[in-house]
């Protein structure tokens, strides 16, 4: 992981994605689908959160799949905040779907320690983290300091990592414990309403 992108360099690439973005929704090439709305999921860190949006382009397939995983907390935002934000950040969408290579993205609502997350699925990697770097300077303006982070996975699909078929891991490190990004089974690995399977290779990146 690296941080933003330069102030200008960032901005600039925004501005190109919500020009982008603006033509999309008005063809309505932008879907918000429903089948993964209320699913838990769980990460390794021992957090769990909520998929509260879906959204997809439709018969966009990736060449290259990369697998995209991007966390904030907000600032000063608590109690009934969190439910507004929530219903307020459909108006982000213009601020994503015009990049080059976006696929889809899974919302997830803020789990216990009010962090909130994006699971996205990109076509190139380079392409991933070039967005994750121009969000980040959008995310600053209303994020705890610190707070902001992503990861990106070459040559895995969103769905292999949250439907669990394959873990998103990186090498091992002292914070290996604080791996936000990586989904593990539930505690009831019977219950159907998380939709997940066991994992093929459990520690495998």
Request: net charge positive; aromatic share 10%; with cysteine.
């Amino acid at each position: 992981m690296t941080g933003p992108d330069p102030k200008r360099l960032a901005w600039a690439a925004v501005g190109r994605c919500i020009f982008t973005s603006i033509g999309m929704l008005a063809r309505h090439q932008v879907r918000l689908p429903h089948g993964n709305l209320g699913r838990q999921i769980q990460f390794a860190n021992g957090s769990s959160a909520q998929v509260y949006r879906e959204t997809v382009i439709p018969r966009r397939t990736p060449k290259e799949p990369c697998f995209l995983a991007v966390s904030f907390r907000l600032r000063h935002l608590r109690g009934r905040g969190h439910r507004l934000f929530r219903m307020e950040s459909i108006l982000n969408t213009p601020l994503f779907v015009g990049f080059p290579g976006f696929i889809s993205k899974l919302w997830l609502a803020n789990d216990r320690d009010g962090l909130y997350r994006g699971l996205y699925e990109w076509d190139g990697a380079d392409a991933a983290a070039s967005y994750a770097r121009s969000l980040w300077r959008v995310l600053e303006l209303v994020s705890e300091p610190g707070s902001i982070d992503y990861r990106v996975f070459p040559g895995l699909r969103r769905d292999e990592a949250v439907d669990h078929l394959v873990s998103p891991t990186q090498p091992a490190s002292p914070g290996r414990e604080l791996e936000w990004w990586r989904v593990t089974e539930p505690p009831d690995r019977a219950d159907p309403s998380w939709g997940l399977t066991q994992s093929r290779s459990p520690e495998s990146a």
